[in-house]
């Protein structure tokens, strides 16, 4: 969910941009990343179990088909950057201390118009 939260004294929100990138060196790059990007997803799906019983109130991010620990997200990173800084298809996650279903809810008042 992208949600913007209105600054005081503002009055719109700031405009979305939309562009199509057709540059052949651009679109290598981003299916580069997103390679990398699914090596650490599919190694990840392999040890979730694991990462999810072990790491219960931390934060970690895979890179390279290896995982990083952290208390906060920028320990994490920071560790993760350090060990493979060429790895732009990283993910992280905070894992949370308790198991079972997330209840989301709205804040204050909402019409719909």
């Excluded at 997200?73 to 996650?93: I, K, N």
């Amino acid at each position: 969910m992208i949600r913007w939260i209105r600054p005081p004294g503002a009055k719109e929100p700031p405009p979305i941009v939309i562009e199509e990138v057709t540059d052949p060196v651009e679109l290598a790059k981003a299916r580069t990343q997103d390679e990398r990007f699914k090596k650490n997803w599919e190694w990840f799906k392999t040890q979730a179990s694991e990462v999810y019983r072990l790491h219960r109130g931390k934060c970690v991010v895979i890179a390279g088909q290896e995982l990083f620990v952290g208390d906060t997200p920028e320990e994490a990173l920071v560790l993760a950057c350090a060990a493979h800084p060429e790895d732009d298809g990283r993910f992280s996650l905070i894992i949370r201390r308790e198991r079972g279903p997330m209840i989301y809810t709205l804040t204050g008042s909402r019409t719909c118009s």
